[in-house]
């Protein structure tokens, strides 16, 4: 599971870009916008949220790359990936749009 909060609505170009390094080098597992109209709360959620569920995703390369996808507000962008494999364990971790570990339990 990869989710990515983009703290704005202006990001669709990283996004196309993100895409676009998906199609190259993740077998085309795109990342896909989730309808906020659901969360909870009493507050208008105004960020965007994307998600992939990837079948063997190259994660690390992702974390690599991550921050070269040109974020309009990069400080507020956060991907939260849950690697799970039978074959490799699991792996968790947060960065924000300028490659900073928010939170991780692997090397880059």
């Not at 990283?14 to 507050?43: T, Y």
């Not at 390369?61 to 039978?86: C, N």
Request: glycine content about 10%.
């Amino acid at each position: 599971m990869i989710i990515i909060g983009t703290g704005s609505s202006l990001d669709d170009h990283a996004v196309a870009k993100l895409n676009s390094w998906c199609d190259e080098h993740a077998d085309g597992q795109r990342f896909e916008p989730i309808d906020m109209h659901g969360a909870g709360g009493h507050k208008v959620f105004t960020d965007a949220v994307f998600a992939c569920a990837g079948n063997y995703f190259p994660v690390h390369e992702l974390l690599k790359a991550f921050e070269t996808f040109g974020w309009q507000l990069a400080e507020r962008v956060v991907l939260v990936v849950r690697e799970d494999s039978m074959y490799s364990g699991d792996a968790r971790v947060a960065i924000d749009g300028r490659g900073n570990p928010v939170y991780s339990t692997v090397d880059r």
